[in-house]
């Protein structure tokens, strides 16, 4: 019954007997004031839905199980995932129900729970292709006994794929670098080695391990202050490439060739470099050096051209040549380089080398000609030589290497004239080598002795 507003009252009407007749002729009537008792119902009875409600609000299997192995309450996921009522659960056994067992599981968390009276976190176990965790908290009264415990079990099925997606792109990740030829190392902006692969270890003989506990100035062959600048370029720039010797664990020394970058790794601010060892590179550029130096020390004049007969090379005395020719101005000694041929040469002598040229790359084999000059008495012994992309393997430019033979010709044709002098005259002529074989007899010699 409710009065006066919002307070809440018993009342208790009870019969009463007339002493003298027997009858009931009266009625007791005893009101109680219950309004607080009202209250404590009410705030019981919502706190008892807002625990289901976040009961059931919890994604994973949860349930309250009694120190018997009974169930006391289940959550929404639970009664999906087990397929039954939530009446039909209540009170049931745990081990019956979940594992189909007639006694509880030694290994469930309740149970090791229960024997330790703290809390257990079970192994991770597959059930139906699916993964779970599961756990298990005592509830304890106010005389410290065991009065129930919370069961938890988590799918962690998605989990467990994502790290297993992860395992596999760190192995992907770490096949990928050790198959480069090159070195890659990522280190820290002090200079700290946080990772490299298997072509760095090996081409400074140290081990990762080791590597690990090292700094770029342990390996590098600059003073610590290039370091450090290099660095800070990387910072600025974001980018760096540049050359460096680096120092192996047995003394070695390998030029190398840094293409240094900054990136975030492991949400901190690092620097990857690829380090290629140059050192064939290096012998590569000191023998060309060498041939530099005996091309232009050559007495012969020694050009390269492209397909498009475009000067790429040519030496001290090509040019020279030139010049004494009066082809190019003094003025132009260096700017030949990069002039087609035909800018320079008449247009016979163009053609003459084009033929040359055209068959020397089809043929993809040196060619040799002796050439008379159109313009001047002088004569030259030319090599043509197809050059190769080193990557392509196709012939892209000739090598050309003229030799001056004005003298050797102006001999032979000195020969041929005393040759013929010889036949004509009346007398007899003739040669012989040290072993008395004739090497020339002339007419009136061979009518004088037939034999």
């Known amino acids: 019954v409710k009065e006066e507003g919002e307070n809440h009252y018993v009342r208790t009407l009870s019969p009463v007997e007339n002493p003298e007749t027997g009858e009931v002729d009266r009625v007791s009537v005893i009101s109680k004031d219950v309004t607080e008792l009202k209250k404590r119902e009410g705030e019981l009875v919502r706190s008892r839905e807002e625990r289901e409600e976040f009961f059931d609000a919890i994604p994973d299997i949860a349930a309250v199980i009694s120190p018997n192995h009974e169930f006391v309450e289940v959550n929404e996921e639970g009664v999906e995932r087990l397929e039954m009522d939530r009446e039909e659960l209540i009170g049931r056994k745990c081990y019956r129900v979940v594992h189909g067992q007639d006694e509880p599981i030694d290994e469930c968390p309740c149970t090791k729970a229960l024997e330790a009276g703290e809390p257990d976190i079970g192994e ?32 962690i099925t998605k989990r467990k794929k994502m790290e297993e997606k992860l395992r596999k792109s760190r192995e992907e990740y770490r096949s990928l670098i050790n198959s480069m030829n090159d070195g890659f190392v990522v280190h820290d902006l002090e200079g700290n080695f946080i990772t490299g692969n298997d072509v760095l270890s090996k081409t400074l003989r140290y081990s990762e391990e080791e590597l690990q506990s090292m700094n770029l100035k342990d390996i590098t062959d600059e003073e610590g202050g290039e370091v450090e600048q290099n660095i800070q370029r990387v910072r600025d720039e974001g980018n760096l490439t540049f050359e460096t010797t680096v120092k192996t664990s047995q003394g070695g020394k390998i030029p190398v060739e840094i293409n240094a970058n900054l990136v975030e790794y492991r949400d901190e601010p690092a620097i990857l470099s690829i380090a290629r060892d140059v050192t064939e590179r290096k012998k590569a550029e000191g023998r060309i050096r060498e041939y530099k130096s005996a091309v232009e020390a050559s007495d012969d004049s020694i050009y390269m051209i492209d397909k498009d007969y475009r000067y790429i090379f040519a030496n001290h005395e090509h040019v020279s040549r030139l010049l004494d020719d009066g082809k190019i101005p003094r003025e132009s000694r260096g700017e030949v380089v990069g002039k087609k041929y035909g800018d320079i040469h008449p247009e016979e ?19 040799t000609e002796e050439y008379k000059f159109l313009t001047e008495d002088r004569w030259s012994s030319r090599t043509y030589s197809p050059v190769k992309n080193s990557e392509t393997g196709e012939a ?23 040759r013929r002098a010889m036949e004509s005259s009346v007398d007899s002529f003739a040669a012989i080598d040290n ?17």
């Open 124 to 155: 991770e176990f597959s059930e139906g292709g699916r993964h779970y965790t599961a756990a298990a908290t005592p509830i304890t009264g106010e005389n410290g006994e065991i009065e129930s415990l919370v069961h938890t079990v988590k799918d």
């Open 396 to 418: 892209e430019a000739v090598v050309v290497v003229s030799k001056d033979i004005t003298e050797r010709k102006k001999a032979e044709e000195e020969l041929r004239q005393y």
């Open 435 to 451: 072993n008395y074989r004739y090497l020339f007899a002339n007419e009136a010699y061979r009518n004088t002795f037939p034999s």
């Open 349 to 367: 002598e163009l053609k003459a080398l084009k033929k040359n040229v055209e068959k020397a790359l089809e043929t993809d084999a040196p060619l």
